[in-house]
C-alpha cells in the first residue's frame, strides 16, 4: 500500500514539474505573462503586446527570465 502511495505522489509531481517546463520551452521572445494560476507564457514581442494579454487581474508581465530573443 506504502509503495502505491508513493508512485502516485511521484507520478504527480512529475507531470506537475513537466507542465510548468512545457509552459516557456520553445517560447524565447522577450515578453512573459504570468497568470494568476502560476503559468508563465513568454511569446510577446513587446510589453504592450502583453499587457493586452492579460486577462485577470492578477496577471503580470515581465521580461523573459531566459533572456528571450531580441
Known amino acids: ?6 508512485a502516485a ?6 507531470v ?3 507542465s510548468a517546463f512545457a509552459q516557456t520551452m520553445g517560447k ?7 497568470t494568476s494560476a ?6 510577446y ?3 504592450a503586446e502583453c499587457n493586452k494579454a492579460k486577462t ?4 503580470s ?3 523573459n527570465p531566459g533572456g528571450g530573443k531580441k
Open 16 to 18: 506537475a514539474s513537466s
Open 45 to 47: 514581442k513587446t510589453m
Open 56 to 59: 485577470g487581474g492578477s496577471d
Open 61 to 63: 508581465c515581465m521580461k
Open 9 to 14: 505522489m511521484f507520478a504527480a509531481a512529475l
Open 38 to 43: 502560476g503559468a508563465m507564457d513568454c511569446a
Open 28 to 34: 524565447s521572445d522577450p515578453y512573459c505573462l504570468k
Open 1 to 6: 500500500m506504502r509503495v502505491i502511495i508513493a
